[in-house]
């Protein structure tokens, strides 16, 4: 994944899988306890809001993760924020890196 393969100056690739792993960990866990919350962009695309130790690692990159490894907290969270929203995450906006830098707040089409 690209949040694996964007690596800091004087870090190894394992070093950064770890640190992305780390943090996507961080992430899980705030999701069960409440501390962050999913967001449904007007297009569909998705962001986490709240504040977790992010270490570089982008929403949609982490989102990818947590549903590549079916996380149920991250299900949960999707269900909550889908029903808030009154629309569905769109696949191809995850797809083609929609993204927020704000929680939610404005949406850059990637980069």
Partial sequence: MPCDTLIPL???????????DDSVARLKKALAEKKVTVKVGATGAVAFVGTWERSGVSDVCAYRKLLAEG??????????AEAMAGRKIDPMQVAA??????????WDKGH
């Fill in 97 to 106: 890196g929609t993204h927020s830098h704000d929680g939610g707040k404005t």
């Fill in 71 to 80: 996380s149920i907290e991250l299900k949960l969270a999707i269900m909550k």
């Fill in 10 to 20: 004087g870090m190894t690739r394992p070093q950064r899988k770890k640190q992305v």
